[in-house]
């Protein structure tokens, strides 16, 4: 199971690598070839809160990308992932926010690991919008985001 997706983030990995738009690929404009550059963003077991990942869920595995923009000003409601996840801040800010009150604040660039099956919310204290790319990896119809109760 982990093996898998570990192939699935690998692949996912060298796809953003060679996508054709990436310099890397199509050489510089004087027609000399350019050089990949790799940075480790992160390479953790903990998420931002300093918690030990949990194992991966038993069952078929299904990574989900999103691209989510959060409006200056704008609350996301409380909520958990039942999933592993990593994202990075791609512009703008964002402060997230756990119900026992730990506080991370991203700007663009930062990666985040985030928080397993803890409540916590996101606020763009910022003004304008902030986008952030995320990676989950879930299974087979299981949600990777619930809403807390109101």
């Not at 738009?21 to 953790?44: H, I």
């Not at 300093?50 to 991966?56: E, I, S, T, V």
């Not at 990896?137 to 985001?145: K, L, N, Q, R």
Request: with cysteine.
């Amino acid at each position: 199971m982990i093996k898998q997706l570990l192939r699935i983030f690998i692949t996912l990995s060298v796809l953003f690598i060679l996508h054709p738009g990436c310099a890397a690929v199509r050489g510089t404009p004087d027609g000399n070839e350019a050089s990949p550059e790799v940075k480790k963003l992160v390479k953790t077991t903990q998420s931002w809160d300093g918690n030990r990942l949990p194992a991966y869920p038993e069952g078929q595995p299904e990574i989900t990308i999103l691209r989510i923009r959060i409006p200056a000003g704008f609350q996301l409601d409380t909520h958990r992932h039942p999933v592993i996840n990593a994202g990075m801040m791609i512009s703008g800010q964002l402060t997230v926010v756990t119900k026992n009150g730990e506080t991370l604040h991203l700007k663009a660039g930062d990666p985040i690991v985030e928080v397993v099956n803890t409540w916590h919310y996101g606020v763009n204290e910022g003004k304008v919008p902030a986008e952030i790319v995320v990676f989950y990896a879930g299974v087979v119809d299981t949600p990777i985001t619930i809403l807390e109760p109101r």
